[in-house]
């Protein structure tokens, strides 16, 4: 490394270092930066290349160790190395959707190695806690509701019962989700602060623009057709994989459901408002938001974008 690259990283760790303590010692601030925490991993890695990017991982862990002891290298290793494989993206021109994907993998992976590490060495299982929460939490609900003497319906308490083992079996989906969220909220976070760092950052398609490939329907039906055909036990390793890919592809279509109906609106001239407010109600009743789940396989399917783009 050039002395100016050893300085720049210096001040860079020196800045992560900042974000790191207000993160562990201010809790509201913290949740906040908690999506900041990659950003100049991302910023060196998409400057200086992938072996810099190592390179200040390593310094980064040294100082992370030094600051909070071993405590704080969860953190640094999930956040860092999203950061890095982001920025690599970004340094080898990758486009912005496999970046995003590439980073999304990596917390994921990233994740589930933290949830291992802590169960065999330090004992701890963070997912048994949660689900032991959970059914806490469930029977206090139906405890408070007998102290009233308001009897829940059996059907009402057998759902509320079975809640754990539900999330048991969507954990993969709940996981890649959330880690597909964290990345988004930190890539809308970032861009304009390594835009004015003077780093080049692919061009994004306006939201109303993004849309599936045709294959996702042909991937919608043969889960399904798997789902209805293929015998599988209750809690197998089949079952378990359908349904999360199940709720991927319908959490995806949904997505393309409302980008349609913001496309719908551009062409429409109507105001930006009118499909944000459209896609808030649908998503937030359990039987609209079925139908933009439809809505997004029929735009997929029959081209319904170019078929509204045809009239005007």
């Not at 800045?15 to 906040?32: C, D, K, Q, R, T």
């Not at 640094?76 to 995003?100: A, C, E, Q, R, S």
């Not at 032991?132 to 408070?144: D, H, L, P, R, Y």
């Amino acid at each position: 490394m050039s002395t100016k690259k050893i300085t720049e990283g210096a001040i860079m760790i020196a800045i992560y270092a900042v974000m790191l303590l207000i993160f562990l010692y201010l809790p509201i601030l913290g949740v906040l930066f908690t999506f900041a925490l990659p950003i100049p991993f991302m910023y060196f890695t998409a400057k200086h290349g992938w072996k810099d990017g190592l390179v200040f991982f390593v310094g980064a862990v040294i100082i992370s160790f030094i600051i909070g002891n071993i405590y704080t290298l969860p953190a640094t290793f999930m956040m860092g190395l999203t950061g890095v494989v982001y920025g690599i993206g970004l340094h080898n021109k990758m486009g912005l959707f496999n970046t995003y994907i590439l980073a999304t993998l990596t917390f994921v992976m990233n994740t589930v190695i933290f949830y291992f590490i802590s169960a065999i060495l330090l004992d701890v299982n963070y997912f048994q806690e949660l689900i032991q929460g959970i059914e806490q939490s469930i029977n206090e609900v139906i405890a408070t509701f007998e102290t009233f003497q308001q009897d829940l319906s059996t059907s009402v308490k057998q759902q509320l019962q079975e809640f754990p083992s539900i999330i048991v079996t969507i954990l993969p989906y709940l996981l890649i989700m959330s880690s597909g969220i964290f990345v988004l909220i930190t890539q809308l976070i970032s861009f304009p602060i390594l835009k004015k760092l003077g780093i080049s950052l692919p061009n994004a398609k306006p939201f109303r623009e993004l849309s599936l490939p045709k294959k996702f329907v042909w991937y919608f039906l043969l889960i399904m057709i798997l789902s209805m055909f293929v015998p599988m036990e209750k809690g197998s390793f089949i079952q378990n994989a359908i349904v999360n890919l199940l709720y991927i592809i319908q959490t995806l279509f949904t997505i393309q459901g409302i980008t349609f109906l913001f496309y719908f609106a551009h062409q429409k001239k109507m105001h930006k408002a009118i499909p944000a407010v459209v896609a808030i109600i649908f998503v937030f009743n359990p039987v609209f938001i079925i139908l933009l789940n439809i809505l997004g396989i029929i735009d997929v399917g029959f081209d319904l974008r170019k078929r509204i783009k045809g009239q005007k």
